[in-house]
């Protein structure tokens, strides 16, 4: 997956500090205040076991939050210099796991306490097991050997410059330098996305090299809705999971990615839209994505004709054409 910030620079994963102060506080709850319920109170095993959540939840969410990069100054828990490494951490890895995992206690909770709210229980088992298929796609985003791009012509004769708009680590960099041998890849990001895990240029540098691509892939710190490159530069632009994360700018990095190519080139995107895989992620947010419809309109805008689509490993990929006559 990769990483970039809207226009303006706003960082559109600042909010995780919402589910930051979310875990403190359920985990507050289930160590404090739940073992107070008289009948919690009076078992053993709801007593210690309430404890336990909230204990667990509380140690996780500061582990997630800072513990982690705490650990990491002081040289422990350093991933492994010959692995490649995309930058996600144990809290977007593990984070929808301990949600599902605080939604199952909080359903024991009400049926021991409030057994007449059994329609809100039976809600949160149902949350905890959508999460917990959240939390498996969302650990499928790190296997290396996991495909990042569907089967699909965007670079006809297999060879020229490639853009990747917003980077991240390099996964699609990687992916499409060892696919295409004959093109040259332009890496570009912001490398300013501060929920990377020792995420930034130097990562990606590393993963290229532990990749055998280096030599084709050039590195370039820039803004997708503003391109430091000429009209028609590259013969095809590809960028998974970014335009999504554009905010306000989506159109107008739609209009550079226009602009950058050359007449006949190819835009390969995939973004998230929302659906049932959005939704074990994110639940109610996923129905603020920007919707399949509005992506095709906003590539129409831009001056695209669309030739393809199709679901590859939960993200929705659109194929573009700039208009060979344009």
Known sequence: MHHTRAAGGRNLHSHMWIFGLGGLAL????????????????SILLFAGFHLVGAVILLATLYFGAGRD????LGAGKAKADRLDFGWGPGWMNGLALVSFACLAGAILIEVAAPAWWPAAFALVGLAANFLAGNSIMRGFRRVDQSVLPLVRFLPKGE??????????????IAVARALTSARVFAVDRFDADYIDDGGRDLLARNLTLSGVADRVSIEQADLTALPFAEGDFDGVVSTHVYDHLGGGKQKGLEEAY?????????????????WSMFTIGAVLSFFLTSKAKWREMAKAAGFELEDEQVNNHAWFLVMRKPAAA
């Open 70 to 73: 705490w650990l990491r100054r």
């Open 259 to 275: 602009r950058v190519l050359k007449p006949g080139g190819r835009f390969l995107m995939g973004v998230w839209v929302p659906g």
């Open 27 to 42: 985990g507050g709850g289930f160590l404090v205040f739940a073992p107070q319920i008289p009948v919690v109170s009076k």
């Open 160 to 173: 020229g410059l490639v853009l990747d708009a917003g980077c991240g680590a390099g996964r699609t960099s």
